[in-house]
């Protein structure tokens, strides 16, 4: 296992909720009655423990591919890849409101392409999700030439996608590429013959879940 963290424990993208809301939830206790006091201080307790961002234990076993987002395995399955022109193994996970929302890289590659669609905002845990929704599409490759597609969706309370690789940049498994504000999904297209390790309903952390390998 190897240990990526050269980010805090706190998202950066959350350090001016975090402050705005730890500042109402402070002036409220002076100003008004503790009950009020109080739904500031659990908004502001949300907000903490949404902006999370622990370190992981980074998966070192060759050839496996570990899951980009935390949340629950909602499909599997073999479908056409709407990104490049071939059969892939999808893998869907999705991530509420208490999930971390960091998105870290599923295997040591080379940016190829970054695909970003706008669109809709419905519940990311519906299928259609996938096509109808904002989304933003990074597609990894590896030197011996082996794709995958990761795609970061949008959902019904998620706004904003925010992604911070481009085409050829290079990075390591596991690496932290990006992050979703509030309850989306990841889908993930691999090859065909993908060796699944997960089935449905299966709750995964991005960084150290395995999905499975090549």
Not at 185 to 206: Q, T, Y
């Amino acid at each position: 296992m190897k240990v990526i963290d050269s980010h805090p424990l706190l998202a950066r993208e959350g350090w001016f909720y975090i402050a705005l809301t730890l500042f109402a939830a402070v002036l409220t206790s002076f100003v008004f009655p503790w009950y009020v006091a109080v739904l500031f201080w659990v908004i502001f307790a949300f907000v903490l423990q949404f902006f999370r961002d622990p370190h992981r234990p980074i998966p070192q076993d060759e050839g496996v591919i570990i899951s980009p987002a935390d949340g629950k395995v909602i499909f599997t399955g073999v479908v056409d890849d709407p990104y490049i022109d071939r059969k892939a193994f999808k893998i869907s996970v999705f991530m509420n409101v208490f999930s971390v929302h960091s998105n870290r890289a599923p295997f040591a590659a080379k940016v190829k392409q970054v695909w970003y669609h706008p669109g809709l905002f419905v519940n990311a845990a519906f299928d259609k999700a996938s096509e109808e929704n904002e989304r933003n599409a990074v597609w990894f490759q590896s030197e011996d030439g082996k794709d995958v597609i990761s795609v970061q969706v949008a959902g019904l309370v998620a706004r904003r996608i925010l992604c911070y690789v481009k085409e050829g940049d290079e990075l390591e498994r596991g690496q932290r590429y990006g992050f979703i504000r509030f309850g989306s999904r990841v889908d993930l297209f691999l090859p065909e013959d993908f060796s699944v390790n997960v089935a449905l309903g299966d709750n995964v952390s991005s960084g150290s879940s395995v999905l499975g390998r090549f």
